[in-house]
């Protein structure tokens, strides 16, 4: 094959240059990022050697760091899955997913960028942060050809066949910049090997410019180690490398289990938000071995509620030829799933009890996250998922609470749960469907996610109490504390309520479903309600939306007869004076609350022409 000249993909193209411009204070990474790339290649080739006995290498995986200071190289070789023709471009060239898009706008966004680069998955150009070219030879495994694939960085690279025998494998050359031979340094390569990558499970062999070769990484399993050899710095870096993160864990759960089943886990929680935390995808990101050997990321052992988890579960009932397929209705999965489930939300309990304004910022990043767990109506742990869930209130503040201290905050009589959803937390909090509970001290969950409206749906009760929503149009809170009636007036005692309520309903007409006496309203004219076994606003814009419903259905409108508003149509109609002035206040008290329920208004201009009109009254 004649030498092929590619240009790098555009979004490429820019991360080699903030490379080459070296905006990396930490340039020892290039080597972490390149170890770790030859470690999963190692990996993939023992995993599918499992099920291609021609893949089957003679030779141990192994990772060899070679200097040559009279050439001015360090070359990174491993005898891992390799790549041909297609796998260079692929790999080397393009960037399918937009994680070079993102990884450029993090860099807009953030002062500490150092560790950024794993993290969206652009290592291997990390190399030429230190490299003047770069050199890769690559055989895959299973194949006889090989390739060899050539860039200084500036916007191209070539492809060619390689001609000399080579075993399956990948060897990157990097021809170092004058300013940083000190990576010829063994001594500097050691140092930072040992901090970096003594945790990859493959023999990493550093052979220095005499020749000379040693292993200088433990070459064992971090998870398989007791908790007692391994330092925090230990379990910190084995976190970089598995989870390509920047921070620090916010937790980290390591767990030998014995018994019926047998597994050892290697669990974190980050302190950040991942970048693809809501991905379409959703996918998991902790890795399943078997007997140390990598089988999978996509084994949805982690359920998708906590795919913010990072690290490692190695099983040792598994069969090693376990296929990808066949791990998704295997009994001894579903038993390690419940019990990992079980043991991390009981550490979250924990650390919610132990220290809630550190949990506040663990739900901050993952509460929406967790939530979606409460969508699965077949989802066993629910209500230990729910103990584990978090809330603002009517009196919170700006904390969080539990369910659980909801309950205990109940008021005599109080058997249900209450909750608004909505989209706005600030707005939630001053919503006049509020105003009856607030003045009756009973507390309400605020809920102001957009996974919210659906869990809701799916769980009905808590510890056997009922989860209700304050739009519902059959709460009657005189049920729970009555409050005094305020005294009426002469215009309200000429017309009883009822003939207020068949007024405003023959006004409006199809409109509303119904329109009723409110005991929720205080100082507001008005609000809608869903009536029984309806579904709320939002929901149904959300249906509305995915083109699942054609247009929202009509509501209860509650409404407050203290109000002047009320008084005032209630007056016209006792003094028979109603007309258009008194149909418009009617209009504008709907109107009125489809705007705080997000409903769009029938006729925009109509509203518009009732409030100039009584406006030009006002300053006439």
Partial sequence: MPQEVRKFDAEIGKVLQLMINSIYTNKD????????????????????????????NAEEPKIKIIVDAKEGTVTVNDNGIGMNHDDLINNLGVIASSGTQKFLESLATTKDNVNLIGQFGVGFYSAFMVADNVTVLSRKAGEKKA??????GKGE?????YKEKIEPGT???????????????????????????????????????DGKSEVVNTASAVWMRPKSEISEEQYTEFYHHIAHAPDSPWMKLHTK??????????????????????????????????KRIFITEEAKIIPAYLRFMRGVI??????????????????????????????????????????SKNYQKFWDNFGEVMKEGLCESALEEKEQLLEVCRFHSTKSGDDLISIDEYIARMVEGQEQIFFITGDNLKALSHHPQLEGFIKRDIEVLLLSDHVDDFWVNVINRYKNKEMRSVNASDIDLDTIKKLEEPAKNDNQAKVDDKELVTYIKKV????????????????????????????????????????????????????????????KIAGDLSANKEGTETEDLANLIFDQACILEGEPVNDPNAFMRRINNFIVKVVA
């Fill in 508 to 567: 409006l007409d199809n409109r509303v479903r119904e329109v009723r006496v409110s005991h929720k309203l205080v100082e507001s004219p008005s609000c809608l309600a869903v009536p029984l076994g309806g579904m709320s606003a939002r929901m149904e814009r959300y249906l509305i939306d995915q083109k699942q419903l054609k247009s929202s259905t009509a509501k209860v409108l509650e409404i407050n007869p203290q109000h002047p508003i009320l008084v």
């Fill in 147 to 152: 390739y060899k694939w050539y860039s200084d």
């Fill in 157 to 161: 690279y070539t492809i060619e066949d």
């Fill in 314 to 355: 190695d099983s040792e009932d598994l069969p090693l030829n376990i296929s990808r397929e066949t791990l998704q209705h295997n009994v001894v999965v579903d038993k390690i799933r419940k019990s990992i489930v079980k043991k991390i939300l009981s550490e979250l309990k924990t650390r919610a009890q132990d220290d």
């Fill in 29 to 56: 990474i290039f080597l972490r990022e390149l170890i770790s790339n030859a470690s999963d290649a190692c990996d993939k080739l023992r995993y599918e050697s499992l099920h291609n006995a021609k893949l089957q």
């Fill in 257 to 290: 289990v014995e018994g019926n089943i047998e597994y050892t886990s290697l669990l974190y929680i980050p302190s950040s938000k991942p970048f693809d935390l809501f991905h379409p995808d959703r996918k998991c990101r902790v890795k399943l071995y078997v």
């Fill in 171 to 209: 060897s990157i050359t990097i021809k170092l910049k004058s300013e940083d031979v000190e990576y010829l340094d063994k001594f500097r390569l050691r140092h930072i090997i040992s901090t970096y990558s003594d945790h990859i499970s493959f023999p990493i062999e550093f052979t220095d410019e």
